[in-house]
């Protein structure tokens, strides 16, 4: 375990206001991007609750910097399982709505989104890194949003369907 980056003596827990204790700091080791910074996981013994320590958007845009997004060439079988898994997961969003406009939070390289295109979808992501949300969506042609303010610059009631593929886990 490494030391964790944030208040690892104790969080206030959000469900009941007692002090939790560091249970689990895991750094952050996505493509070895920022393994200095990590994820901490407390536990409050009052409620039994497991919690994250909710941080700042200057603190959690420290996870997504430009470099994170790129990725060197895949070679053909994991290009290959990267598109199934993505299409998967564009079934996995059909499976509970059938058409119409998605936001896909946390778009990342708008993988899932091309698929969801391809399949009929109007598409709309949103992405923490501003200057990956704007390269992805000229290079997708798909309105994607960029930057901690982002989901407040999208009109209330306009999806269909919402989709967030590895994000809660950052959160």
Known sequence: MKQATFDT????CPMCGVLGRLALSQPDIYLGVRADLSHDLYFCRACRLYFQQEIGNDSLAQFYPTEYYARAALGPLRATFSRLRNRRRARA?????????IL?????RGEVLSALKERGWQCVGMDWNADNAARVSANLSIEIVGGPDALSRLADGRFQAISLFHVLEHE
């Open 93 to 101: 969003v059909e499976w509970r709505a059938y058409s119409g406009q």
């Open 104 to 108: 896909d939070i946390g778009c990342g």
């Open 9 to 12: 003596a104790a969080a206030a």
